[in-house]
């Protein structure tokens, strides 16, 4: 597979290295398994108002600090650590804990581990005051005052920054923070271009065309909600029907923006197609009480939705937080079909459960309503306006996936004390007033300043156990699926080589992309595929077009049949607005990503119009072009028809008032200039114009859309049996034997391989230079070059090109979001 054997060994070194700088959620191990260990054994003697020997364990420095005998642990190294010794201790009067059973051999490994990691502690986690309850009600914050055209987060940040010692005056280049954003939002790599100008408005832009390209927006964010909702495609409970897939609910979803309290409203009170998350797993065999559907309802509501954990509370009194036995049973009573029997640790107590909210401030359900009405009741009092912890639950979320640590942590602990509670609070009330749409949130936090501060890793992010400090965001890794992506698309053809056209029809892998077509497409179930489109201007000076320079272009064509599906895609350099029969469809102002839109209903029989007006802007003199297809289908199995942008199209440099207007008359219009195909340069987005890849029935192959391979799994796409808020990112040898002898990157490697030697690079330093700038956005050093063209052959051979290729996927450049 790999012919350099030094090369794989240096590289492997440097990966091993690299993705350990990606570290894990803050503090989950700790929240998970040894915070409810340490209270449940420990608690009684060492927590709260006890400190026997002198040794407390309400807040880590106690911990540290140790009793009467000295410090209790030292962080890294639980071989030298009093708390191991003690607890594996073979006398009876030194053994900890002294009463009850030993502690078992995983709840010693557990310790160890953290200990070895440093024993991370969630920022204000105390023993003491871990029942904290967050407010309920939502609050906004006053702004600071000053420039009124700031980000709102960048004004809420300003005293904090200044407060802590941190300088907000450095930020990335244009070049990161347009990977940043890409990787971000639609969890692709950006074009193989130049970034374009470092401005507000060029920043606005790129972000604006992100998060108008639905398909992408949605094949990324699949990912994340597969995650929180548990929807698999396949695996436990699935075979007998003890399990419901909610992917095309979901993928509709996301693909129209649902507003987020909708969104919650759907899945708590379900319709068609999105009752899956509330049933749960029907599991096989003897099962605990607390694995009853009814339960895990409850637990993952709670969750997802309001940051807070009942899986203590699922079997006894939490020790985590404040939530009894008796009022994680109240709620799941309300999904329940008949009512629930307490069970206290799986043994039934001979007590029937009350049903109810959470938090019964905010309204009561009735207990003796239908089931159906039980649920539409929850629905209505989760979205209540009153219910400030929905709104700040996912502000939080996001500010996570952006920064890599979120405002509140654990992101599962809503009722820990904010880094910033004005900020939290601002940015959930900002929500609600637009309307919960996520996508607003994530412009407001993607356009920020702060979003544009140097990365850090976590060493630089603080020590553990120290209170955080926010400084910018945190390193990330790639998911599983953003690798895949990625590195499937080096060749820069659009495609892919791993869903082939007999997986299309619902069989295998194909159901979940028939549901990606349906969404995208309307009922009809297609969309554009290749293009015939080129990219047009005024005259043959396109390279050298005048910054401000506006070209105005029309084109009619007559329709027989009104389609039952049309979908149009353009793109412009710098910036376009189109019209169709002179009603606005589609405008952006980032050529790197093309937008699309649903047109079926706007086209009329017989004579037609497109009108854009497209506009070059920069300093001097620089590139400018347009280019469209507009694709019809007209029956289901039948080739659809195209309407793309050539030299036939008609363009004027002064045009009337009414010139989008079909009415209005094409006199002394000239015809325009054909700069290139799809890919002329220097834009070379061939691959990025694509409303769908045909490959997949007219949708892009996205990696969230398949089922979970070796490498996936390697990579840590997870089972998605429990609810997965945060991914773990450590380095694994699971991951080393994938990444370099795994099957999967052995196919990718191959056919991008084939696809970049077909592509006639004239000289190897051609071909490295391509795929440096597709994989990492940057020209290779003049070192790289040097040593990868010797590496590649001339002419350059399949294994040096495979070679070059697994090399860049193993650069921490690749691997991390910077």
Same mark, same amino acid.
């Given at each position: ?11 492997a070194l ?12 803050p503090?989950s191990l ?8 340490l209270?449940?054994r ?8 006890k ?6 364990m ?5 911990l540290?600090?140790?009793?009467e ?7 890294g ?5 009093a708390?191991?010794?003690?607890v594996?201790?073979?006398?009876p009067k030194?053994?900890?804990p ?5 502690l ?7 310790l160890?581990?953290?200990?070895d990691?440093?024993a991370p502690?969630p920022?204000?986690?105390s ?5 904290r309850?967050?407010p ?11 420039d009124?055209?700031l980000?709102?987060i960048?004004?809420?940040l300003a ?7 941190v300088?907000a005056?450095r930020?990335v280049?244009?070049g990161v923070f ?7 939002l639609i969890?692709l ?19 604006d065309?992100?998060l108008?390209?639905n ?5 990324h964010?699949?990912?994340y909600?597969?995650d ?9 409970g ?14 509709r979803s996301l693909y $129209? &923006?649902?507003?987020?309290? @909708? ?7 379900p *319709?068609?197609?999105?009752d #899956?998350f509330i ?6 065999g003897?099962v605990?009480e607390r694995?009853?559907?009814?339960i895990?309802a ?6 997802v939705?309001?940051g ?5 509370a699922?079997c006894h ?6 939530w009894k ?8 009573s309300?999904?329940a079909?008949n009512?629930?029997q307490?069970?206290?640790?799986d ?8 049903t109810?909210?959470l938090?019964?401030e905010?309204?009561?359900i009735?207990?003796?309503?239908p089931?159906k009405?039980r649920?539409?009741?929850l629905a ?5 306006? $009153? &219910?400030?912890?929905?709104? @700040?639950t996912?502000?939080?979320r996001?500010?996570a *996936?952006a920064f890599?640590? #979120?405002i509140v942590e654990?992101?599962d602990n809503?009722d820990?004390?904010?880094?910033s509670?004005?900020?939290?609070d601002w940015?959930?009330s900002?929500?609600?007033k637009n309307?919960y749409d996520?996508k607003?949130?994530?412009?407001l ?7 544009r501060l140097?990365s850090?890793?976590?060493a ?9 400090i926010?400084?910018g965001?945190l390193v ?14 080096l060749?820069g053809s659009?495609?892919r080589?791993?869903i ?12 979940q992309?028939?549901?990606a ?7 009809g179930?297609?969309?554009p595929g290749?293009?015939k489109?080129?990219w ?9 077009a005048?910054?401000?320079?506006a070209?105005y ?8 049949k009104?389609p039952?599906?049309a979908v149009?895609?353009a ?6 607005t189109?019209y169709?029969?002179?009603?606005k469809?589609?405008?952006s102002?980032?050529?790197?990503v093309?937008?699309?839109?649903n047109?079926?209903?706007k086209?009329?029989?017989?004579k037609?119009?497109?009108?854009a ?10 590139p400018?072009g347009f ?10 199995n039948a ?5 793309a942008?050539?030299?036939a199209w008609?363009h004027?440099?002064?045009a009337g008032?009414?010139w ?7 006199a ?6 054909r ?7 220097p834009?070379a987005i061939g ?6 890849s045909?490959?997949?029935?007219g949708?892009?192959?996205r ?5 979970a391979?070796?490498?996936q799994v ?7 049996e ?16 994938e990444?370099t ?5 052995n ?6 391989s ?6 006639g ?6 071909l490295?230079e391509a795929?440096y700038?597709?994989?990492l956005?940057?020209?290779p050093?003049?070192?790289?070059l040097?040593a990868?063209a010797r590496?590649l052959?001339t002419p350059?051979?399949p294994?040096?090109v495979?070679?070059l290729?697994w ?11 910077y």
């Amino acid at each position: 597979m790999y012919r350099n054997p030094d090369l794989l060994l240096a590289v492997a070194l440097v990966f091993c290295t690299a993705v350990a700088t990606a570290e894990d959620g803050p503090g989950s191990l700790f929240h998970d398994k040894v915070a409810p260990l340490l209270k449940k054994r420990c608690g009684k003697c060492h927590t709260g108002e006890k400190r026997k020997g002198g040794f407390s364990m309400n807040t880590r420095v106690n911990l540290l600090q140790g009793g009467e005998s000295g410090p209790a642990l030292e962080p890294g190294k639980s071989a030298k650590s009093a708390l191991i010794r003690r607890v594996l201790s073979g006398d009876p009067k030194k053994r900890m804990p002294l009463k009850g059973e030993r502690l078992g051999k995983d709840e010693v490994e557990a310790l160890r581990k953290w200990i070895d990691e440093g024993a991370p502690w969630p920022d204000g986690f105390s023993f003491d005051k871990s029942h904290r309850r967050a407010p309920l009600a939502p609050r906004e914050p006053v702004l600071p005052p000053g420039d009124a055209k700031l980000n709102p987060i960048d004004s809420l940040l300003a005293p904090y920054l200044k407060k802590h010692g941190v300088a907000a005056d450095r930020t990335v280049s244009p070049g990161v923070f347009r990977r940043r954003a890409y990787l971000d939002l639609i969890g692709l790599l950006p074009p193989a271009s130049t970034p374009g100008e470092d401005t507000a408005a060029r920043r606005e832009a790129i972000i604006d065309s992100l998060l108008a390209d639905n398909g992408r927006y949605t094949g990324h964010w699949l990912t994340y909600w597969n995650d929180m909702l548990r929807n698999a495609y396949k695996g436990t409970g699935f075979i007998d029907g003890g399990r419901g897939q909610i992917t095309e609910w979901l993928y509709r979803s996301l693909y $129209e &923006n649902l507003p987020y309290d @909708r969104f919650v409203h759907q899945l708590i009170s379900p *319709v068609p197609g999105s009752d #899956g998350f509330i049933r749960g797993i029907k599991w096989r065999g003897v099962v605990n009480e607390r694995q009853r559907p009814e339960i895990q309802a409850a637990q993952n509501v709670a969750q997802v939705f309001l940051g807070t954990n009942l899986k203590c509370a699922s079997c006894h009194d939490s020790f985590v937080n404040h939530w009894k036995l008796k009022d994680s049973y109240a709620f799941a009573s309300v999904f329940a079909s008949n009512p629930l029997q307490l069970h206290r640790c799986d043994k039934p107590i001979g007590e029937t459960s009350k049903t109810g909210f959470l938090y019964p401030e905010l309204g009561e359900i009735d207990a003796k309503a239908p089931r159906k009405e039980r649920l539409k009741q929850l629905a209505d009092i989760l979205v209540l306006p $009153e &219910n400030g912890r929905l709104a @700040r639950t996912i502000v939080n979320r996001l500010w996570a *996936v952006a920064f890599g640590r #979120g405002i509140v942590e654990p992101l599962d602990n809503m009722d820990m004390e904010p880094w910033s509670q004005d900020l939290l609070d601002w940015l959930a009330s900002d929500l609600r007033k637009n309307g919960y749409d996520l996508k607003h949130t994530l412009k407001l936090i993607t356009t920020s300043r702060a979003y544009r501060l140097p990365s850090l890793d976590e060493a630089g992010a603080g020590s553990p156990g120290s209170r955080f400090i926010f400084r910018g965001p945190l390193v990330k890794r790639l998911s599983a699926e953003q690798f895949i992506d990625a590195a499937w698309s080096l060749a820069g053809s659009g495609k892919r080589g791993d869903i082939q056209a007999g997986n299309r029809d619902g069989r295998g892998q194909g159901g979940q992309y028939k549901v990606a077509v349906k969404v995208q497409s309307g009922s009809g179930g297609k969309s554009p595929g290749g293009s015939k489109a080129e990219w047009i201007w005024s005259d043959n000076n396109a390279m050298n077009a005048p910054a401000g320079q506006a070209v105005y272009f029309r084109h009619s064509f007559d329709i027989d049949k009104l389609p039952a599906a049309a979908v149009v895609i353009a793109t412009g350099d710098n910036s376009f607005t189109l019209y169709l029969n002179g009603e606005k469809i589609l405008e952006s102002g980032e050529w790197t990503v093309p937008v699309s839109s649903n047109v079926e209903k706007k086209l009329r029989k017989g004579k037609n119009l497109l009108a854009a007006r497209a506009a070059n802007s920069g300093s001097g003199p620089n590139p400018a072009g347009f280019m469209l297809s507009l694709k019809g289908h007209d029956e289901k199995n039948a080739p659809p028809w195209e309407i793309a942008t050539s030299g036939a199209w008609l363009h004027s440099l002064d045009a009337g008032e009414d010139w989008h207007l079909p009415a209005a008359s094409s006199a002394g219009w000239k015809s325009s200039f054909r700069i290139g195909d799809l890919n002329a340069s220097p834009w070379a987005i061939g691959g990025h114009f694509q409303a769908g890849s045909p490959q997949a029935g007219g949708v892009e192959v996205r990696t969230s859309l398949t089922f979970a391979g070796p490498l996936q799994v390697a990579l840590g796409r997870p089972n998605r049996e429990q609810v997965v808020s945060r991914r773990d990112s450590v380095a694994t040898l699971l991951q080393a034997l994938e990444l370099t002898n795994g099957g999967t990157l052995n196919r990718i490697l191959e056919w991008n391989s084939e696809q970049l030697l077909s592509q006639g690079y004239k000289t190897p330093a051609k071909l490295v230079e391509a795929v440096y700038r597709r994989a990492l956005s940057r020209a290779p050093s003049r070192e790289e070059l040097a040593a990868f063209a010797r590496l590649l052959g001339t002419p350059p051979t399949p294994e040096g090109v495979q070679d070059l290729l697994w090399a860049v996927l193993m650069h921490p450049e690749f691997q991390l979001i910077y």
